[in-house]
Nanobody
Framework: QVQLVESGGGSVQAGGSLRLSCAAS????????MGWFRQAPGKEREFVAV????????YYADSVKGRFTISRDNAKTPVSLEMNNLKPEDTAVYYC?????????????????WGQGTQVTVSS
């Protein structure tokens, strides 16, 4: 069974930092793009960041550019998200996802595997 499991969420004050990790089991994701998305209460799931299959290309939502960094780690932890200078508006459930494509893609419809999500809460 293929699974993605996020970890590293929590509660921090504005200006703080968190590092999210995504553990994979059931298959490797070394040849596909990996992304992070988030969903706040009452809002649609939105794109946060994506990294291509070999880590050479990344793309970020404007709202997190310069504050968040996505990286590829190893086969068991294929993607991480370093979040700095967190703001209250970053509060959401964060999901990692694996695409069926090798290049960077941002639409949720282009991702085949999703984790269950990890809560990030930023207080002012």
């Amino acid at each position: 069974q293929v699974q993605l499991v996020e970890s590293g969420g929590g509660s921090v004050q504005a200006g703080g930092s968190l590092r999210l990790s995504c553990a994979a089991s059931g298959r490797t994701f070394s040849g596909v793009a990996m992304g992070w998305f988030r969903q706040a209460p009452g809002k649609e799931r939105e794109f946060v960041a994506v990294i291509n299959w070999n880590g050479a290309n990344t793309y970020y939502a404007d709202s997190v550019k310069g504050r968040f960094t996505i990286s590829r780690d190893n086969a068991k932890t294929p993607v991480s998200l370093e979040m700095n200078n967190l703001k209250p508006e970053d509060t959401a459930v964060y999901y990692c996802a694996a695409s069926r494509f090798a290049h960077t893609v941002v639409s949720t419809t282009l991702y085949d595997y999703w984790g269950q999500g990890t809560q990030v809460t930023v207080s002012s």
